[in-house]
């Protein structure tokens, strides 16, 4: 039997608080997360140390793993997030036959994939035997797919409230794309109420996980359309200040590769990091316009400020600050192309406990106390 990991730290029993870390953050606190299969336990990481610290998101928006985490954070009450994150991830982690001591080969993990795309893992997914033995076969997009989400249906049924999450005590976004329009949308529990079946479309990835029915179209996993979901929070309406911790796990960037596995790494980071980068770099131009139509409307007299067609323009500025706390999962020895499916205990605690450091690290530098240039509307910090 499985036991639950161990509390990564013990501050949070005292009421630690990063010094110089304020009460209240400047504006509310959003924390985005991308998609990622296995990789998503840095994020675990990143909330437990967000949680230790006294700072919790009013607002998560996730994709895929990412809106799985979301859910298990937003349908709980703050005192029992990390516990059901844990319940969650210990579920799902698959214990290698060649761990530790027996791993002569170096194979253990490598065996542990294998027998994660064979056989699935029992609280996430399962073999879809009649899939699997026609492929051509006209099975219905909610059962054409490699393997079942049964499992996780289950799972997710047991640990989220979702009660909870309807009454939007934390808002929750997630996003889905329309399998027939191929279009994105977010699904956002402060519009409509959300429930299970709004994160199982977000997670599922096709042709592995099967389309999921709302409001009678298919949904398949957003990150196959867009998997950073950053613009969710900065074209939001009505603009807030905000602190964002954008919690990415695959690599923008990356060394040239030199073998066929590592092309297939370096292809599935750039797939996946979804151009977070231009992403955030577009928002900072647009806001930067927005501040600058605000301070142009100041240097008007009152009385044509006053004017129905002036006032008309001017609400295209805002003041608004948003600071993105960027956060990236560090590449781990030895993984390859199928990190996303590494659920072995080892690489969930190696990347669990990786999110909790470079939280840790981010909260207790709190950059954005630091002053800013007014004119600006985005400041990212790395």
């Not at 997360?33 to 998560?60: K, N, S, T």
């Not at 979804?274 to 240097?299: F, M, N, Y």
């Not at 805002?318 to 996303?340: Q, Y």
């Amino acid at each position: 039997m499985k036991t639950s990991p161990q509390p990564l730290t013990t501050k949070a029993a005292a009421g630690w608080r990063p010094a110089g870390v304020p009460n209240t953050p400047p504006g509310q606190v959003v924390l985005v997360l991308q998609g990622g299969g296995a990789l998503g336990a840095y994020q675990v990481g990143v909330y437990e140390a967000m949680h230790e610290a006294g700072i919790e998101p009013d607002w998560v928006i996730g994709t895929s793993i990412g809106a799985i985490n979301a859910a298990l954070i937003t349908g709980n009450p703050p005192a029992e997030r990390v516990s059901k994150l844990r319940l969650f991830w210990n579920h799902v982690e698959r214990q290698s036959l060649l761990a530790g001591p027996f791993d002569w080969l170096g194979m253990g993990n490598l065996l542990a994939n294998m027998t994660t795309v064979m056989r699935g893992i029992p609280a996430f997914f399962e073999p879809n035997g009649a899939a699997l033995r026609g492929a051509q076969a006209a099975l219905g997009v909610e059962h054409a797919a490699y393997y079942s989400t049964e499992p996780l249906r289950r799972t997710l049924a047991e640990l989220v409230d979702f009660d909870y999450v309807r009454a939007c005590k934390t808002r929750l976004t997630v996003g889905a794309v329309n399998a027939c329009s191929g279009r994105m949308r977010y699904f956002d529990s402060r519009d409509e109420p959300l429930g299970l079946e709004h994160v199982m479309a977000s997670g599922a990835l096709p042709p592995a996980f099967p389309a999921v029915r709302i409001d009678g179209q298919p949904y398949w996993d957003g990150g196959i359309y867009s998997n950073t979901p950053i613009e969710a929070v900065l074209d939001d309406k009505p603009r807030r200040d905000s602190l964002i911790f954008a919690v990415n796990v695959w690599h923008q960037t990356g060394p040239e590769p030199e073998s066929i596995w590592q092309v297939m790494g370096r292809h599935k980071d750039i797939q996946y990091a979804s151009r977070a980068d231009s992403h955030i770099a577009r928002q900072q131009q647009i806001h930067r316009l927005r501040h600058v139509i605000r301070e142009l409307v100041k240097q008007l007299p009152a009385s044509r400020q006053a004017d129905t067609a002036v006032k008309e323009l001017a609400s295209w500025g805002c003041g608004t600050t948003m600071h993105v706390a960027h956060l990236v999962a560090p590449r781990l020895e030895g993984e390859d192309h199928t990190k996303d499916i590494d659920f072995s205990a080892a690489g969930v605690r190696a990347r669990r406990e990786a999110g909790f450091a470079d939280a840790r690290r981010m909260i207790e530098r709190a950059p954005w106390q630091a002053p800013v240039d007014p004119i600006e509307g985005v400041i990212v910090h790395e």
